[in-house]
């Protein structure tokens, strides 16, 4: 009835489709009109409407009924358990008419009736086929039948006399429905009945079938065993289910709970007297065995859930759905993660490439300062060479054909060279240009210069006695306010008081070494004036002179006015005296450091030897001592060009022990094998406060030195 309703409506279905369809707009529409007005809305009628539906109905059922909302729906559930139970019992009376009872089998009517607990009672009463899903109706029409057939009274009145045979199969068929029709034992019974097991297995029998009808007919035959419902039980499905409704199926198989307890295969007592302890222990072994049957039975369900849960191919096809899904998200996340490393790697090659760029702008820009350092230096020198040249062709502005003498010509020099150094190369140049002018003569060229030293003079840049010989020294100097900062250290404040060292008579040793120092240190040496007086100071252990004091007295020297008994005497002690130069030293300190010597022990003072021959010891004499420390310092410059590289001893008492510590870490801190950027000892005099790097030098010197003389001591002893 529901098919043809159904196709009825869908039978009319085009038809009402096709009636609302417009058909083509008459010759005589306009299509600038939107729309066109074909009546008017009718007057509104007033209409009784009844109250229809379930809805209603169960209000009126609970205002008839005085009930409740949970009363009415308690009375509601019943009405259809009852309904169903009635559908139910129609079903099992048509059913009943629907079967046909089995024949006897041989092996049963053999049967023992005492044997009965091994006897197949759906079988006896011709119910092998149907077995469980029999009904009451059906086993009881099942047993009328069999009994009309082997009553012992229809057999003794047929064959004329009694069977014992007969009465025993009739006594087998009275137990079977004493079984089947009591709910308890026949549940008992059930509980034990493996024959739908051995008649049908899926990997055996259903290997030509798909998987769902291989495997259907097994959960159905084991659904009868559930403690739940079974007919609310989840079914196998189809090949197109979901995965929900697999993965359902499943769960409620593995958390099957069964009713199957296994008492009918109880072992009873056998005749006798009845013993309570017996039977206590024959009740304890056989609650052991059904534990024990239950166990294996949940076993084999077990098994049977998983061979089928591995066979499903709708398993497989979810797996491999869940592995490309999840294939998909992984290649996303890697694809994500290696955007965000590369992106991430990106940065980094770009922020390295700018700090490349950087670093590399910087380089290039320190070598091209570097290089137009290197190029004014080197334009500065020619600048030099040719101020020089072009006063030497000028026969240093004195006329043609006299000669100057080489003394004076070598203060000459070395005036002129200290004058360069204060001038600029801008000066340099113009100087040059204005001594390369033509027609000028020796007195013009003479002034040029004679203008330059004044100038220097005046602006403080030069000492007018370092400038004689351009007449310089005359000229007085502009008044110019200094601030200098008070240095708070008594150190810095002594050594500043003991580079102006008051002017005092000079020897006949400083004389001579002065006049040594002048030949070794020729004009055009940076600083050499300072360089000589530090030669002085280092080899007669005095206090070092001011370089304006030593040119005042090499002028001097060079006059001759006064001095010539002096020189003489200076060349005969120039014979008996050597004064040798300070070797030349590595400033690397291998072994240990010696401490620093406490300035307030009064310093061990050493007799330098005669240098004298052996053969005339009284007509030498022999040189004054210098001694071992001094309270003035030569300045650094000046003694490292004096010892040509080497380091003179430093006075200890000037250093502290925290200077000392200072240079120890920082000696530590660059060893010689460093091979960073800069210089080793710009780095180790950074680490010393105060201290340059030059006199860094001559403390290591100094030390070095020490520890030779320790060890020399030790080796003599």
């Not at 159904?6 to 005589?28: C, M, Q, V």
């Not at 009309?148 to 006594?171: E, R, W, Y």
């Not at 590289?645 to 925290?658: E, F, K, N, Q, R």
Request: charge should be neutral; hydrophobic fraction near 30%.
């Amino acid at each position: 009835m529901g098919n043809s309703s159904s196709a009825t409506k869908d039978s009319l279905e085009p038809n009402t489709l096709d009636s609302l369809l417009l058909g083509k707009a008459p010759a005589d529409w306009d299509y600038s009109q939107t729309h066109v007005i074909h009546g008017s809305i009718s007057d509104p009628i007033l209409e009784k409407i009844e109250p229809v539906g379930p809805q209603y109905l169960a209000h009126a059922r609970r205002k008839l009924f005085s009930r409740s909302f949970s009363e009415d729906e308690a009375h509601v559930a019943r009405s259809a358990a009852e309904a169903a139970a009635a559908a139910q019992l129609a079903e099992d009376a048509e059913n009943d008419d629907d079967f046909d009872i089995e024949p006897d089998h041989k092996d049963d009517l053999r049967r023992d009736a005492k044997d009965w607990k091994t006897q197949d009672h759906y079988r006896l009463l011709g119910l092998g086929s149907i077995r469980w899903r029999a009904t009451r109706g059906m086993i009881k029409k099942a047993h009328r039948t069999k009994v009309l057939v082997h009553h012992p009274d229809k057999k003794s009145g047929a064959s004329g006399g009694s069977s014992s045979h007969d009465d025993a199969f009739f006594k087998c068929l009275q137990k079977s429905y004493e079984i089947l029709s009591d709910p308890v034992k026949r549940r008992q019974y059930d509980s034990v009945d493996n024959i739908p097991e051995d008649a049908y297995n899926p990997l055996k029998d259903g290997v030509d079938l798909d998987f769902i009808e291989a495997w259907k007919p097994v959960f159905e035959r084991e659904i009868r065993f559930s403690v739940k419902d079974r007919h609310a039980a989840p079914t196998i499905g189809t090949m197109d289910s979901t995965k929900a409704e697999v993965e359902k199926f499943y769960g409620f198989w593995y958390d099957f709970e069964s009713w199957r307890s296994f008492e009918y295969l109880d072992k009873e007592e056998g005749d006798g007297p009845e013993n309570r302890d017996d039977k206590r222990y024959m009740e304890k072994k056989n609650k052991a065995e059904r534990a024990k049957l239950k166990k294996e039975d949940i076993a084999r369900l077990r098994k049977l859930v998983d061979t089928a849960f591995a066979l499903d191919p709708r398993m497989a096809a979810f797996k491999e759905q869940e592995k490309e899904e999840k294939e998909a998200k992984k290649k996303e996340r890697q694809d994500k993660e290696k955007k965000v490393r590369l992106e991430a790697e990106r940065e980094a090659a770009l922020a390295k490439e700018r700090e490349e760029e950087l670093e590399s702008e910087a380089r290039l820009k320190r070598d091209e300062e570097k290089k137009e350092k290197e190029a004014k230096k080197k334009t500065i020198r020619k600048e030099k060479k040719n101020i020089k040249t072009l006063i030497k062709d000028s026969n240093y502005f004195y006329a043609k054909g006299s000669s100057i003498a080489p003394s004076t010509l070598e203060i000459y020099l070395s005036e002129l060279e200290t004058m360069m150094d204060k001038l600029s190369l801008e000066d340099l140049e113009r100087i040059r240009a204005d001594l390369s002018a033509p027609k000028k003569s020796n007195e013009d060229k003479k002034k040029i210069l004679s203008t330059e030293a004044r100038k220097l003079v005046q602006d403080g840049l030069a000492n007018p006695e370092s400038l004689t010989q351009f007449g310089a020294d005359n000229v007085e100097r502009k008044k110019e306010v200094k601030q200098e900062t008070t240095l708070s250290a008594p150190q810095e404040s002594s050594s500043s008081s003991s580079s102006n060292v008051p002017t005092k008579e000079w020897s006949v040793e400083e004389v001579a070494l002065l006049i040594k120092a002048a030949n070794k240190f020729p004009g055009g040496v940076s600083d050499r004036w300072e360089t000589i007086a530090a030669y002085v100071a280092l080899h007669t252990g005095l206090p070092q002179r001011d370089p304006d004091d030593v040119i005042k007295k090499s002028k001097a020297v060079q006059k001759g006015s006064s001095q010539e008994a002096t020189v003489r005497q200076l060349q005969f002690q120039k014979k008996t005296y050597d004064v040798t130069d300070a070797p030349s030293v590595r400033y690397d300190i291998e072994g240990e450091v010696p401490p620093v010597v406490d300035a307030k022990k009064p310093a061990s003072k050493k007799k330098a030897p005669a240098t004298a021959p052996a053969t005339e010891p009284s007509k030498k004499p022999t040189s004054p001592t210098p001694p071992a420390s001094t309270s003035a310092t030569p300045k650094t410059p000046a003694l490292a060009a004096v010892t040509g590289g080497s380091v003179p001893p430093a006075p200890a008492s000037l250093w502290t022990a925290a200077e000392q510590k200072m240079l120890e870490t920082g000696l530590k801190a660059y060893p010689p094998s460093w091979q960073g950027e800069g210089d080793r000892w710009d780095k180790i005099a950074e680490t010393v406060p105060g201290r340059t790097k030059k006199e860094c030098k001559l403390r290591v010197k100094y030390l070095q030195d020490q520890v030779k003389a320790q060890k020399a001591a030790a080796a003599g002893k």
